[in-house]
């Protein structure tokens, strides 16, 4: 596998943690509602819908749907070998939840709208918290 | 409209300036700002000491370079302003919600006469080393992603122009909108850059030089993207009750507005093919009986071109999705169409001026002082809208009451 390339990596905290590192298992996990079952996303500290606080990380089956995209063939800062493909993607089983992202493993020219993707983690080391590699979700198309 | 009374009819524009605009002008951009200050307090025909309320967007920043010339703090302190009241910020509905916060802070009794100002001078800024050189997050290094940025930075994505270019390919694919339509908004612009000679632009540009430029994020080209520039724009807001002291007829503010009645996100907000300017716009009109077929001329946002159409659509000017059609060949936004757009050339042919220039130019155009780009047949109505993605603040300007 090749070397990542340079990325700004978030900003972690307590709220937001689960969804940085959670992809140590492959697994795509979006925060939810106990109380009332709403996806809430980005993490907030309670429910819009319920206003209540506990809400648990659930596991998604990691797949979703190109929203939209552009494929950017500008230089704006070190990053992935240009041109690259950044998409809104609806994620499915979290309703209303959609993540910005990069869509990889595949040619600019052949992502779509409403393209089935799954979630493909890109693995970056914390230099300020060694323990807890981040994983950024990049999304894959579905293969044949 | 409601029955309540619109308080921000007791508002007026009562005086307008603007400092020398350019590409690289290597001036200090508060002295660019004072020029266009006193330019302002002077065409309204006060003095400073009349002045007792400051507003500006975004207020002092140093980072990203070249995005805040001055803030509240520079200015009144450079010109001894004495104030009742006074606002610099960014979390404002676009760069024109501190025009709007003036209106309120004149029809509430806080100021009577308030400067509002917007200075950048990114083409300075940037120097040689490019529009990357003033994008946030560009440093690298140890910066980590935080607020909004914290969900867009880490893919790639620092620049609102890849953010409004996925807005635009989506209306793309749910409207059926070519790139040969959206080139009318940066062909229009650059015919009326032509004949405004403070616009950065002002070389004939063709369909086919359109589609020769270099992609940035695709739909969007180059001519999408507006001309990063230095300088300065002003407008005095005073009570409509202290027009008598003016030097000029004031131009009456009809109603503004501000809603944000979707989430505020790049990529949460509920339709993708509009944003903010939908809310803000449908609050404008709540606020006024008069109706889009009024309008004269309309001054809206053009950070990219897309977002004009955004606006086309959001202010009823059109319908919805169909912004494509409506500027297809230019002739209903030409000047002498049916409804003149972008009279001064735009941010994409004029500069970047950032929402304040649309103000400035509506006025113009009211005031029947537009020269060359003047739009014929008195206009009477006009939009100045700024804004895109989930930031929108508009105003419906008359000539007169």
């Known amino acids: 596998m090749s070397e990542p390339p340079f990325r700004i990596l978030p900003r972690i905290t307590d709220r937001n943690r689960f969804f940085w590192t959670n992809g140590a298992d492959g697994t795509l996990r979006v925060l939810r509602c106990d109380a009332c079952d709403t ?10 819908s319920c206003l209540g606080s506990a809400m648990h990380p659930e596991a998604v089956p990691g797949t979703a749907r190109v929203h939209t995209f552009s494929v950017n063939h500008q230089s704006w800062m070190p990053g992935p070998e240009l041109p690259y493909v950044v998409a809104i993607v609806d994620v499915d089983g979290a309703p209303d939840v959609r993540l910005t992202t990069n ?10 709208i409403g393209m089935l993707v799954q979630v493909a983690f890109e693995r970056h080391d914390d230099p300020a918290d060694p323990e ?3 994983f950024l979700p990049l999304f894959e198309p579905v293969g044949e | 409209m409601s029955s309540e009374e619109v308080l921000e009819r007791r508002a007026v524009i009562s005086g307008i300036g603007q400092s020398d605009v350019g590409r690289r002008l290597n001036r200090d951009p508060l002295e660019l700002t004072i020029d266009a200050c006193l330019e302002a307090i002077d065409d309204a025909g006060l003095t400073r000491a009349d002045i007792d309320g400051l507003a500006t967007y975004p207020g002092a920043m140093d980072a990203p370079p070249g995005f805040s010339g001055a803030g509240v703090v520079d200015v009144q302190d450079a010109l001894r302003l004495e104030l009742d009241w006074y606002t610099g910020g960014i979390e404002l509905p676009s760069q024109l919600g501190s025009v709007v916060d003036a209106c309120l802070a004149v029809a509430t009794g806080m100021a009577r006469h308030v400067l509002c100002f917007r200075t950048v001078w990114e083409a300075t800024a940037q120097g040689d080393k490019g529009r990357a050189a003033v994008t946030m997050g560009g440093g690298g290094g140890s910066f980590r992603a935080g607020g909004f940025m914290e969900w867009v930075l880490p893919f790639s994505a620092p620049s609102a122009a890849i953010w409004i270019a996925m807005l635009a390919h989506r209306h793309f694919h749910e409207y059926g909108t070519t790139r040969e339509q959206m080139a009318w908004i940066a062909l229009n612009a650059r015919k009326n850059a032509v004949l405004n000679t403070k616009a950065v632009y002002r070389e004939p540009l063709s369909l086919d030089d359109y589609f020769a430029a270099r992609m940035i994020s695709t739909p969007l080209c180059l001519y999408d993207c507006d001309a990063p520039a230095d300088g300065s724009t002003a407008v005095i807001v005073s009570r409509a009750d202290a027009a008598p002291d003016l030097r000029v007829p ?7 507005g501000t809603a944000l009645r979707g989430r505020p996100s790049w990529d949460q907000f509920d339709d993708l093919t509009t944003m903010a300017c939908r809310d803000a716009s449908a609050q404008l009109w709540e606020r006024s009986a008069l109706t889009p077929a009024d309008v004269d001329v309309a001054e809206m946002y053009d950070g990219f071109s897309f977002i004009t159409m955004a606006w086309l659509e959001a202010m009823g000017f059109c319908g919805k999705g169909e912004s494509g059609p409506f500027v297809d060949g230019g002739e209903r936004i030409a000047l002498d169409g049916s409804l003149p757009l972008n009279t001064q050339g735009g941010q994409l042919s004029g500069g970047r001026l950032h929402g304040y220039g649309f103000l400035h130019e509506a006025c113009l155009q009211l005031r029947g002082e537009g020269g060359e ?3 014929p047949g008195d206009p009477e109505v006009a939009v100045a809208a700024a804004g895109g993605g989930p930031l929108a603040g508009c105003l419906l300007l008359t000539r007169s009451r």
């Open chain 2, 373 to 375: 780009r003047q739009v």
């Open chain 1, 103 to 112: 869509i990889v493993g595949c040619a600019p020219d052949d992502v779509e």
């Open chain 1, 132 to 134: 807890h590699p981040i």
């Open chain 2, 250 to 256: 004031p131009v009456a503010v009809e109603a503004v």
């Open chain 1, 39 to 48: 996806f809430v996303h980005p993490p907030a500290p309670v429910c819009p």
